[in-house]
């Protein structure tokens, strides 16, 4: 199960930082990654992590401004995003995968989502 936390509301410019609580399946050789989903729009990746060496991936729209990372003992992975822009308001989704991979179907697991706005 994975269970996002952390979304709202923020002004332009603005700071976020989500969390997405992991259980269940073993993580050793995971892959985890943040997408994102506007309405009229498909999935977009957004980051990855790989849960064993940390080796991260982010998309060029977000490079500079979003920082993945993970903390192994709370199973827990981090978006921390800065410098929001109105363009960046979507459900934000946590996946786990098996690869080092970009698109949304090497990933079969998926929290919830939870709402970023980005308010002009």
């Known amino acids: 199960q994975l269970v996002e936390s952390g979304g709202g509301s923020v002004q332009i410019g603005g700071s976020l930082r989500l969390s997405c609580e992991a259980s269940?399946?073993?993580?050793?050789?995971?892959?985890m990654a943040w997408f994102r989903q506007s309405p009229g729009k498909e999935r977009e990746f957004v980051a990855l992590i790989r849960w064993h060496s940390g080796t991260t991936l982010y998309a060029d729209s977000v490079k500079g401004r979003f920082t993945i990372s993970k903390v192994n003992a709370e199973r827990t992975i981090y978006l921390q995003m800065h410098s929001l822009k109105p363009e960046d308001t979507a459900v934000y989704y946590c996946a786990q995968g098996s690869h080092y991979d970009s698109a949304p179907s090497a990933y079969f697991r998926w929290g919830q989502g939870t709402q970023v706005t980005v308010a002009s």
């Open positions: 269940g399946r073993p993580f050793s050789s995971s892959v």
